[in-house]
């Protein structure tokens, strides 16, 4: 034996070995360790606001009555218009309030991704406020304007559902024989995709692919955040029955519909469906591809018991999720090199996701309060103080991005966040126009500010402040390549 | 990101899965590689061959510790580099690195014949088990992460000796161990 054997095996060493000596790991386990009390005492915090809350809006309603029973004993006279009476209704026995729902800027901090690696709590303050990704719609096109904004919305945290084994074993046997099935697989060609069955995060996933080269089948179940699904992949594209469906990258909503109609007959039929609603969404590349991907949704809208139109994507319960993919690109094993001419300008399917809820959405979403939202000059001031919030907060992904000028925005939309602490609040969505691309599809940047007024905001974004300084001196030593 | 989601990006074959790999563990990766190898642009390179590595091995490879597979492929090509460029005498962290871990080999000729890496690890890691979690974290984190004497001295606030010492006698105790389970193969 050699001291590289050594080595080697050492390299081999127990993952929770592995895990247990990872510093950083530690730390973060510590600082959730102490976080936990501080999240205490934000709920008992907003406990105590309702309760406020509860007290003014009963003591309301006594000093209402009174008045109205004062009043009733008075002889009726004719009274001269006035402004329309201050409405005090009722508490409404679910929880919700008509205006008490406070929610601290931490609590919605905590919603995003942080990159503690990186000593930061959050990267988006001022700094990098007008930094995001280019998206590829248009929100006048896409019928989302123009739209009346509600005063008020619901505030949900999502409840932590998981599916005994025992539901997950019916779900995988069934659908993997009719996932087979649908695909024209023979049961020996579906066994070798059977090889991996376990925990992964906590949550149970089964499935494997068969494949090389350039051609890479996979089925797969999942157990999802509320859900169970079975997802079949081929990035060098699925073959139903030895046939392709494809799609061109130039096809309109309605000609895409049409064009689906026999493949979601056939979807419908095979699974015992009966999916009427098709929802369709186009996104770009992580290199700014004009048009990378097409997903499509097919469900049943009236069976969903969210009926919430302010979500960015339907929330049925139950559904199908085609992608459509042009080709990946070099370098990845997915690349199909198809260069012939009736590949050209297509978009092939490459997967399709079958999604089935755990428990309904008002089970799984739960109303925290129903909240006063901000006007959209209200949302707007906080865009100029640069009090908004964000996704991928990677100093080196952003810095990299070119800068927006959001004063003269061209669309502003409100939609749910939902974020790592389950907390699904309404955000307004500011759009500014890049570019328009080849295929005539508009480019915009986007940034987001919440549309619940929030307690302790100029404090939590001063305190963001300080964590700058040493992602300015990552970034410096990284030194980012010029984008071409 | 959650490391089920990174993983399925794999799965999906996203590319998005690499930038979001690098991001969570690409520093911890860099960190490890510049443990080993003592130079920041070979440690580069070691960590930018992982998320190819990686991307090639997921599917049909799903990890149960991200992290723990990201490092142990990091380390591998850690290794491999040292040995492509060994007779330059470049690696002074890794050559004593090694030399220390040649002290925990047990003597005799047939040990080398036989033992495979996965068995010599499955015994390592049954010694572990059996340490105070102290002692079992110190030597994971010097033999595997390769963090340094003096940056693990520094952590339990001891001094430079009194750890090089400790590391001695815990790699004596690895060598009795070895020895002992070996002896009775």
């Known amino acids: 034996m050699k001291k590289e054997d050594m080595y080697e095996a050492i390299s081999m060493l127990r993952s929770d070995l592995v895990e247990e000596a990872d510093e950083k790991e530690q730390k973060a386990e510590l600082k959730k360790e102490n976080g936990a009390g501080e999240k205490t005492a934000v709920k008992n915090k907003k406990r105590i606001y309702l309760m406020r809350y509860v007290g003014i809006a009963a003591s309301a309603c006594i000093v209402f009555a009174g008045i109205a029973a004062y009043m009733k004993m008075q002889p009726k006279q004719p009274q001269p218009p006035t402004e329309a009476p201050l409405i005090i209704t009722d508490i409404d026995p679910s929880g919700i309030m008509p205006d008490g729902y406070h929610l601290e800027a931490s609590d919605i901090g905590e919603m995003f991704e942080q990159t503690e690696r990186d000593e930061m709590l959050n990267a ?61 697989l023979t049961p020996a060609e579906l066994m070798p995709m059977i090889e991996t069955y376990g925990l992964q995060d906590k949550k149970l996933m089964a499935g494997g692919a068969v494949g090389t080269g350039d051609h890479r089948e996979s089925m797969y179940i999942f157990e999802r955040e509320n859900g169970l699904e079975l997802q079949i992949t081929d990035y060098s594209r699925l073959r139903i029955n030895g046939e392709m469906i494809s799609l061109s990258a130039e096809d309109l909503d309605d000609v895409i519909k049409s064009e689906l109609n026999a493949f979601r007959t056939k979807l419908n039929e095979h699974f015992g469906t009966d999916f009427r609603d098709i929802w369709i969404s186009r996104t770009s590349g992580s290199d700014q591809k004009p048009l990378q991907k097409v997903t499509i949704l097919l469900y049943d809208k009236s069976a969903s018991t969210l009926q919430n139109d302010y979500f960015e994507t339907p929330m049925p319960e139950e559904y199908y999720k085609l992608s459509f993919n042009v080709n990946q690109g070099a370098g990845a094993i997915a690349d199909w090199e198809d260069e012939s001419e009736e590949a050209a300008g297509r978009l092939y399917l490459t997967q399709i996701i079958y999604h089935r809820a755990i428990q ?125 | 990101m959650e490391d089920r989601e990174i993983i399925e990006l794999y799965l999906q074959r996203e590319e998005s899965a690499i930038s979001e790999s690098s991001q969570k563990y690409g520093r911890l990766c860099q960190h490890v590689a510049d443990n080993v190898l003592g130079s920041k642009e070979d440690a580069e390179e070691c960590v930018n061959e992982t998320w190819f590595r990686s991307w090639l091995k997921i599917p049909p490879t799903i990890p149960e510790s991200l992290k723990a597979f990201f490092v142990s492929i990091t380390r591998n090509l850690a290794l491999d580099r040292y040995r492509a460029l060994h007779a330059e005498k470049r690696f002074v962290q890794m050559e004593i690195m090694l030399d220390e871990l040649e002290e925990c080999i047990p003597s005799g000729s047939s040990v080398e014949e036989v033992i495979e890496a996965s068995e010599l690890s499955g015994l390592i890691c049954r010694w572990l088990d059996d340490l105070q979690k102290e002692d079992r974290v110190t030597f994971v984190k010097r033999y595997y992460y390769g963090v340094s004497v003096k940056e693990l001295a520094a952590a339990r606030a001891l001094s430079e000796n009194t750890m090089a010492v400790k590391l001695a006698r815990l790699r004596a105790d690895l060598k009795t161990k070895l020895q002992k389970e070996w002896n009775e193969i």
């Open chain 1, 360 to 484: 309904s959405y008002d089970q799984y979403l739960q109303v925290q309060g129903k909240a006063k939202l901000l006007t959209v000059e209200e949302a707007e001031e906080m865009l100029s103080k640069g009090y908004v919030f964000g996704f991928h907060s990677c100093p080196l992904c952003m810095a990299s991005q070119p800068e927006v000028d959001f004063s003269e925005y061209d669309a502003v939309t409100l939609s749910y966040i939902s974020g790592k602490n389950g907390l699904t609040v309404p955000f307004y969505h500011f759009y500014k126009k890049l570019e328009q691309d080849s295929q005539k599809l508009n480019s915009y940047a986007v940034t987001h500010v919440c549309a619940v007024a929030l307690d302790g905001l100029e404090e939590y974004f001063e305190e963001q402040k300080l964590n700058h300084p040493s992602a300015g001196i990552m970034i410096k030593e990284i030194q980012i390549p010029d984008q071409e």
């Open chain 1, 124 to 184: 988006l303050t001022n700094h990098y406020v007008k930094i995001s990704y280019p998206i590829l719609f248009d929100p006048f096109q896409s019928g989302i304007l123009p739209r009346k904004f509600p005063d008020y919305l619901p505030v949900y945290q999502k409840q932590d559902i998981s599916c005994d084994q025992k539901a997950f074993e019916d779900f995988m046997n069934l659908y993997y024989e009719k996932g087979r099935e649908f695909m024209g």
